[in-house]
């Protein structure tokens, strides 16, 4: 399978340009029961329209087993996040 589409998410940068967060999608760490509330899975939305995704990367486990019509870029990677932190984003994450 080629490239994603170019209306797909760009090539990321080391500089973020006019990129801003500008919400987070569902309920902080600390709200989800994280002890600290510093290193657990988030979602953002960002002011170009897409996602920022934190999670755990897990491209080396995960790659192989992709289905065919799915691949990622070298830049790309696969990162997991729970659950539980995607459920909580839903009720903020658009219809289109």
Do not use: H, W
């Amino acid at each position: 399978m080629g490239p994603c589409k170019e209306e797909d998410a760009s090539v990321p940068s080391k500089e973020s340009g006019s990129v801003r967060i500008t919400r987070r999608l569902g309920d902080s760490p600390r709200q989800r029961g994280s002890l600290t509330g510093e290193t657990c899975p988030d979602l953002f939305e960002l002011s170009d329209g897409n996602f920022a995704v934190i999670g755990t990367d897990r491209t080396e486990e995960l790659d192989a087993l992709l289905p065919d019509d799915a691949a990622r870029a070298d830049y790309e990677r696969i990162v997991v996040i729970t659950r539980d932190t995607l459920l909580r984003a839903k009720r903020d994450i658009p219809e289109a």
